[in-house]
């Protein structure tokens, strides 16, 4: 953004040496990159009045100009193409030096006498992008009387800086020249001159021009219009001219400047149609429908998408909304009648416009980055004041404002003691407060904090930090003292439930099995599938699924490991076990589903179900876990003879077993598979942070091995609680390692065996000593359990 320091001193009154205001707004965040120097070297410019001209007698394309420049006529040859007499130009005199460096002298141009030059704007040093197209291809014509023999240099501000900004997205209330006087303010502690709105001399009603506005989309907040009648078309005043040179904008005509300068005064973007080229009198703010053409100022068509928004009379489109403005109703000399548009659109809409159509402008830059809907009418309003100073036009009476949404004012605490925290130095609640009343943020102190409201032009200020940010800036960074680091030292770890989950995987690895990973998202045929039983209110659907495969999110891992195995089988794969830690999901009240941590294992090929059980045990073990009961349980997907559940002091860890027959058949795996799911948060609750190792006994172990027949229902759980009851301390391990059921067994029996070793911690156990325990123990297992001991 351009800032010339003339216009900004409109704002604010200050005498601040141009590179020290400079540093100081680089300082409090408005980056300056550069000063530009207008005045380039150029001198004696001055104004003068063309009174006469002739025919140059040896060139038919030069002519001969009479020129008064106050104290004197000058002969001045020259081949502009747009002099004519009564025109005050610049003139170079004998000695003058023009932008680029060049001296003019007097001299003859074919013969005749040239006492200097009449100067062009590109001569003077302004950039051809932002001369007048009327004096593009020849000399500068000042559009008003001034006095001869002026310096055009101060003329035409040139003697003024001006500076260069780069302004951050965040902060869209910077592109413009009310915004930088803000910052002036706050950053040197000066005052804004305030400026009321006023138009005093309206006329006439608006609903005799126009018939209303309508929004139908969304992405326009608000559409504010008035109405100027009897508008004269000509060239702007002097001052106006060069305050839109230095910013950068070529001046156009009146009306179409005053639209510009005001956009560069509040930061609201502004558009003015020929009202008489209207087809309807009625605004129809709309998005366009894929196809539609139009054709904007530049002369170009552009095809829209429905993602733009139009302007349009209702019948034909006016303008590409904050992008530009349609060719059918631009300005032209002939107009008189004219509606001023000051609206608020969606920035995403305006920069994904502005970026496929490749139309980028002033207008587009502010709109992309947001706007304060206030401004709208603001900014509207000023035009017409304008307008009425300058006498133009006259201002119709009344307007016409359509909103979309309910402009709200914005309030946010700020508590001194986490803004001193978070910048690093100790300020009072009533310091605090200058701070920002220098931004034009109202404060009431409530205490040790106060309540800041934020003003409708500053979108970035949404919360605390926002605001600490401001006092931190306007403060000064460099005023900050830098501080060392300062805290305490911690040792950082992971939450216990992924060290224990690092821990079993470990372990898993180590006992043969792999890692499977499967989505979250299943079938809802997959329960189905594993014939696994679960209420169809706990399966939660998912609104935009991938596909049917992938439409509810899974309460168990069981279909997901079986159809893993069932995978590896079909490819040919020998010897697979894997086990996955993943979550499940069970809806709840609120909006969240909870989710469950389990630990799913399965297999084929590499055992059976005692190998299963043994790697449940040995893994749970590692985490420090002992003492697991396991109890028949019948599981639809399970085999009903070999399924079990697994507990722990009472609490069920989860089930374990062969894999139903059905199932294997439904997932054309044909072989024996087993498989088990644990509830995952459980097992890390019960798991021991810290071990206590034991020295290695010293004292020998007495084995002793039992084989009973019993009914085919006992559990061998049961076994163990007898055999432990009676073995106490000295009862080391118990084992079940073979279970027979068939030739020699009767009908619905089964033959347990399994053994007991016994040891002491402090002595070596005597053979009558362990006899005797053993035999309590066969006493108890024939009488409780009816089970008969094998010779």
């Known amino acids: 953004m351009l800032l010339p320091i003339k216009w900004l001193k409109d704002y604010i009154d200050f005498d601040i040496d141009v590179k020290h205001l400079a540093d100081g707004l680089s300082n409090s965040g408005s980056h300056v990159e550069s000063i530009i120097e207008n005045e380039n070297g150029v001198k004696n410019i001055i104004t003068g009045k063309i009174e006469k001209i002739e025919k140059h007698p040896q060139a038919d394309k030069l002519v001969i100009c009479d020129v008064n420049v106050g104290d004197k006529n000058l002969q001045i040859v020259t081949g502009a193409p747009n002099v004519f007499e009564g025109a005050i130009v610049p003139v170079a005199v004998d000695g003058a030096v023009i932008a680029n460096g060049t001296e003019i002298k007097k001299g003859e141009l074919r013969g005749v006498e040239s006492n200097g030059m009449l100067c062009s704007l590109e001569e003077l040093g302004f950039s051809s992008s932002v001369v007048p197209k009327e004096s593009k291809d020849g000399i500068y014509i000042f559009p008003e009387e001034v006095k001869l023999g002026e310096d055009v240099v101060k003329l035409l501000n040139m003697d003024s800086e001006v500076l260069e900004l780069e302004i951050t997205p965040n902060r869209p209330d910077c592109l413009s020249i009310v915004g930088m006087a803000v910052e002036t303010a706050a950053t040197f502690d000066l005052k804004r001159k305030a400026h009321e709105i006023k138009v005093n001399n309206e006329s006439d009603d608006i609903k005799n021009y126009l018939e209303g506005i309508e929004i139908e989309t969304d992405n326009c907040k608000r559409y504010y219009g008035r109405v100027l009648k009897n508008l004269e078309i000509k060239p702007s005043p002097l001052w106006l001219q060069t305050y839109l040179m230095q910013a950068g904008i070529r001046p156009i005509s009146n009306i179409v400047d005053l639209t510009n300068f005001v956009m560069l005064e509040l930061g609201q973007p502004l558009h003015a149609f020929d009202l008489d080229e209207l087809k309807n009198k009625k605004i129809l703010v709309r998005q366009a429908r894929d196809g539609e053409v139009t054709k904007t100022l530049d002369d170009e068509e552009r095809k829209l998408t429905s993602g733009d928004i139009v302007i ?54 502010r709109f992309e980055k947001g706007i304060s809907e206030t401004l709208a009418k603001e900014a509207v309003d000023r035009v017409c004041e304008l307008v009425e100073e300058l006498k133009i036009a006259e201002v119709v009476g009344g307007n016409f404002d359509a909103q979309n949404s309910v402009i709200e004012d914005k309030s946010v605490k700020l508590r001194k003691e986490k803004c001193n925290k978070l910048i690093g130095i100790e ?130 891992l069981v279909p997901s490991m079986i159809e893993s195995l069932a995978k590896n089988y079909a490819r040919g794969n020998e010897n697979v076990g894997g086990f996955e830690i993943g979550n499940t999901f069970v809806p709840t009240d609120g909006e969240l589903p909870t989710e469950n941590l389990k630990l799913c294992m399965g297999f084929y090929d590499i055992g059976d179900f005692y190998y299963l059980k043994e790697s449940i045990e040995k893994s749970l073990w590692y985490l420090g876990i002992e003492k697991l009961e396991t109890l028949r349980v019948k599981k639809s997907f399970l085999h009903p003879g070999r399924s079990a559940e697994i507990f722990l002091d009472g609490t069920s860890l989860g089930v374990m077993g062969e894999v139903h027959p059905e199932v294997l058949k439904n997932y054309g795996l044909k072989k024996r598979a087993y498989i088990a799911e644990l509830d995952f948060e459980k097992i890390v609750d019960s798991t021991i942070d810290n071990y206590l190792y034991k020295e290695m006994p010293k004292f020998p172990t007495m084995k002793r091995d039992f084989a009973f027949v019993m009914d085919r229902d006992i559990d061998s759980v049961e076994l163990e609680n007898i055999s432990r009851k009676h073995g106490k301390d000295l009862l080391e391990s118990f084992k079940v390692f073979d279970i027979y059921e068939g030739e020699n067994i009767e009908e619905g029996k089964k033959s347990v065996a399994f053994s007991l070793i016994f040891r002491a911690p402090d002595r070596t156990l005597e053979d009558a000593e362990v006899t005797e325990i053993s035999d309590k123990i066969v006493a108890d297992i024939e009488k409780d359990l009816d089970a008969k001991l094998r010779s």
């Open 312 to 365: 349009t009379d209702s019948e034909e489109i006016l303008a590409v909304a904050g992008v530009m403005g349609g060719l059918d109703s631009e300005i032209t000399s002939k107009t008189t009648t004219v509606l001023l548009e000051g609206a608020n659109f969606n920035k995403e809409n305006i920069r994904k416009t502005s970026r496929r159509l490749g139309l980028r402008s002033e207008s587009s830059a």
């Open 427 to 556: 300020l009072s609640i009533e310091e605090i407060a200058a701070i920002l009343n220098r931004l034009e943020i109202e404060t009431e102190i409530k205490g040790d904090y106060l309540i800041a409201k934020i003003p409708s032009a500053r979108l970035d200020l949404n919360i605390e930090e926002d605001l600490i940010e401001e006092v931190a800036r306007i403060y000064g960074y460099q005023n900050i003292k830098p501080q060392k680091l300062a805290g305490t030292l911690t040792v950082g770890d992971k939450p216990k439930f992924r060290n224990v989950e690092s821990k079993l995987k470990n372990i898993l690895f180590g006992l043969g099995f792999s890692e499977f990973m499967t989505y979250s998202f299943i079938s809802p045929d997959a329960y189905k599938k594993s014939n696994y039983e679960e209420d169809e209110d706990k399966i939660i659907k998912i609104l935009n699924p991938l596909g049917e495969d992938y439409s509810v999110m899974r309460t168990t």
